[in-house]
């Protein structure tokens, strides 16, 4: 079945403990992308992925790194999160930009 | 830049039509339309591309009006299952990355 896959989907951490979400898909896409969704504001864009070793930032990248070392996988990384930073995010990947994007389930993030 | 969506609500009786557009302040090469339920990921509806034909599915149809840079989603004899939160995202070039407005809530009554 083709699917994005996210974990954890539900995470309650606390101020400056790094943490990792992990994606993979398993359809062979080149564009990868992180969203994050909060009331009132609909999806903002974090980082997006092109294609394998090719990153580049969104409309709000400040606090996230990522990395696509292989061409599945495009983990987000919070290196030191901060309350702001509790949100829904998703993760998306279509065959380019211009194709149909498939989301992830979503995974909630609570910093405290 | 975000594009803008409007209305940001609106609720409908079932069987009733409704518009949903999305403005853009830059030339685009596509627009995307996707639905979201409350907790679930947002679901593709269907894609414009720049040169490309009016899309639609069953009840569900969209333009692209590229001098103006806007699109509209039309959604006709409404069903209590449209309801949801429409995003529309666009895309400058081809290949080049979504950019999703604030989303339009959809309330479908009986």
């Known amino acids: 079945e083709a699917q994005v896959t996210q974990n954890p989907r539900y995470l309650i951490t606390v101020t400056g403990k790094k943490l990792t979400v992990t994606c993979s898909q398993n359809?062979?896409?080149?564009?990868m992308s992180w969203y994050r969704q909060d009331p009132g504001l609909g999806l903002r864009q974090i980082y997006y992925?092109?294609?394998?070793?090719?990153?580049d930032k969104g409309d709000v990248p400040e606090g996230y790194k990522v990395s696509r070392k292989e061409k599945r996988n495009f983990p987000l990384i919070l290196e030191s999160p901060s309350p702001n930073q509790t949100s829904l995010y998703f993760c998306?990947?279509?065959?380019?930009?211009?194709?149909?994007?498939?989301f992830g389930p979503g995974t909630r993030l609570t910093v405290t | 830049q975000q594009p803008v969506q409007s209305p940001q609500a609106v609720i409908l009786r079932e069987g009733e039509d409704a518009v949903i557009n999305c403005s853009s302040s830059?030339?685009?090469?596509?627009v995307h339309w996707y639905r979201q339920k409350h907790g679930e990921a947002p679901i593709f509806l269907m894609i414009?591309?720049?040169?490309?034909e009016q899309k639609g599915h069953d009840k569900i149809s969209a333009s692209f009006n590229e001098k103006k840079q806007q699109s509209s989603l039309y959604l006709t004899a409404s069903q209590l299952s449209y309801s949801g939160t429409y995003f529309c995202?666009?895309?400058?070039?081809?290949?080049?990355?979504?950019?999703f407005g604030e989303g339009t809530q959809l309330t479908v009554n009986p």
């Open positions: 998306a990947s279509s065959l380019t930009g211009s194709h149909e994007q498939y």
């Open positions: 359809m062979n896409h080149e564009y």
């Open positions: 992925s092109m294609n394998v070793e090719v990153t």
């Open positions: 414009l591309l720049k040169g490309g």
């Open positions: 830059k030339a685009l090469y596509s």
């Open positions: 995202g666009t895309g400058e070039t081809s290949g080049s990355r979504l950019t």
